[in-house]
């Protein structure tokens, strides 16, 4: 029965996922075809050419071929696994993601940790003391990050760790003008730190807020009062029967919003020049580098359905409620 | 979530109950809001005079937020920028509400329709908010039409959820049962019985939108997408402050953003607080 379950899972969101890149790549396709943006132009950028290069080039690109079979192509050298030549960048467009993914990683996973840990213990906190001032305060705080923008932060950040202080490098993953052998484990760190510090502090708010209603909700129900009757009380009620309860929905909200994350690394790399896929999109974006940006699209799109589909398994296969529910039945 | 804010007018006026100090905020706020566009309109930004000799002056009581490099007072075109965002933002939300009222309609015509509306929902969910923004504006060949209806056309999933959901909720009533078989259409059912309902919701929803639509459109625009560099939009405000940030001329960046973070928080606050009057039940919370 176990296994029969998880086959039918895996099944359902393979087919779930081919379906959705499949309906993606036809409209992100079809929403930049309606660009009337010159794919050619984009690529020689300034220089001036000779009309018959611009006919070669415009074969070659195939400016004249109807979408359709533009697409045809596009989406058959995708099944072999190839995005094409970013314009910009002048290599293949699964390269350019390898690489700069990898980079945005270490960003995006640093951030989506601190701030899920951090926003975890302050909404404990919260609940814990609610009411008093200390919960008010934090609250506030939560309601105030809501509404900040994420670039802004990050600019005040720079002006005064950067400028001001002089702690931390104005920009870049790695200090300019040394080569990439001789950059040490410590200077990525560095530059990581404002960045990672940045997005970590705004992913709090709603895992804080979360956390809070829902440990709320539990210090309220009939077994805690049951627990407090038994004589249990403050940190010990709190771990034993309260942590247990929340830290699974906070998970999986935690999983869930791989998509603000990336919109979030997006502003953050920009402001610190951070070479991660991010500021590769803005820039695909801002030079018209179609290859380069349906490439990023379908990744982001990949990286999203894995976001949720952990959240998934989570609420299927650990969550202990569930389990037994389906054994009751 | 803005019982901070209420707690701090319980010591402010302490004559009124909590029903009229929600009034009183919902009015100051929607105030401010209107003062800031009313008087955007009438500070005209290209005309602003560039003088060189107080070029890049710190903030003071003649200049409260500083000026730029090209001695343009910042408190007017921070003023300005944000009379741009509320407009935009307005735009974006009463789009994005006429769309979620077309599809939750739609959604409660029939089965096929209502998963289509889910599906449609989970597809503009699968791409990142801020690159589907990007993607739509270049389709749409980028300028500031491109950013405004990109910002417009992706700012319907949430309230179309939650619609949905109460669409779905509605639908087991019973008077709903008794009109069906009264022999009524499902037009005259979901026009009559069921949108009045949803309107105090649509309304809320779409004071809520107000300060997403804000934040992307200022975050897409500091990247670089959309409006001119003329234009003074807080996002361009800010992406050209960069350039002075190692200067240390920090007020160019710091005050504009500063705005549109209290512009944010009236919305939100406003959207709390008429949300309160909706549901008197919960907000005593």
Known sequence: ?329 | MSTAVVTVNRSLFPGLNLRQKTFLIIGFTSLLLLSIVISSLFVDGDSLPTDFGSKNLAPSLEHPFGTDWMGRDMFTRTLEGLGLSIVIGAFASVISTVLTIILGLLSSAGKTADSFVSWLVDLFLSIPHLLLIILISIGLGGGATGVIIGVALTHWTSLTRVVRAEIKQLKTQEYIHISRNLGKSKWWIATKHILPHLIPQILLGTILLFPHAILHEASVTFLGFGLSPHEPAIGIILSESMRYLSAGYWWLAFFPGLSLLIVVLAFDMIGENLGKLMDPKNAHE
């Open chain 1, 1 to 329: 029965m176990k296994h029969e379950k998880i086959g039918l899972f895996i099944g359902k969101k393979t087919l779930r996922l081919i379906s959705l890149l499949v309906v993606v790549c036809i409209a992100s396709f079809w929403i930049v075809e309606q660009s009337p943006i010159d794919p050619v132009r984009a690529y020689i950028g300034e220089m001036s050419i000779q009309p018959e290069q611009k006919a070669k080039l415009d074969e070659y690109w195939g400016v004249n071929t109807p979408p359709q079979e533009k697409f045809l192509n596009w989406a058959e050298n995708i099944l072999k696994g190839d995005l094409g030549v970013s314009l910009i960048y002048r290599m293949p467009v699964t390269d350019v993601i390898k690489e700069r993914f990898t980079a945005s990683l270490a960003l995006m996973a640093s951030s989506w940790l601190i701030s899920g840990v951090l926003g975890f213990v302050l909404g404990i906190a919260a609940g814990m003391h609610k009411g008093t001032l200390f919960d008010r305060a934090i609250k506030t705080y939560c309601y105030i990050l809501t509404a900040t923008p994420t670039f802004w932060l990050a600019l005040v950040f720079l002006m005064i760790f950067s400028v001001q202080l002089g702690w931390f490098p104005i920009g870049l993953s790695v200090p300019i003008g040394v080569t990439a052998e001789n950059v040490t484990f410590f200077d990525r760190i560095q530059h990581l730190i404002l960045p990672a510090l940045t997005l970590s502090l705004l992913g709090v708010a709603q895992i804080a807020m979360f956390t809070r209603e829902k440990l709320t909700e539990v210090m309220s129900s009939d077994y805690v009062l049951f627990a407090k009757a038994r004589g249990e009380k403050g940190l010990d009620l709190v771990l034993r029967h309260g942590i247990r309860n929340v830290a699974l929905p906070a998970i999986t909200l935690q999983f869930l919003s791989f998509s603000e994350l990336f919109g979030g690394t997006v502003l953050v790399e920009q402001v610190f020049s951070y070479p991660g896929i991010g500021q590769a999109a803005v820039a695909a974006g801002l030079r018209s580098d179609v290859p380069l940006l349906l490439g990023i699209v379908l990744v982001s799109a990949v990286f999203v359905f894995f976001g949720n589909l952990i959240a998934d398994i989570i609420y299927e296969f650990i969550d202990p409620r569930i389990k037994q529910q389906e054994a009751t039945i």
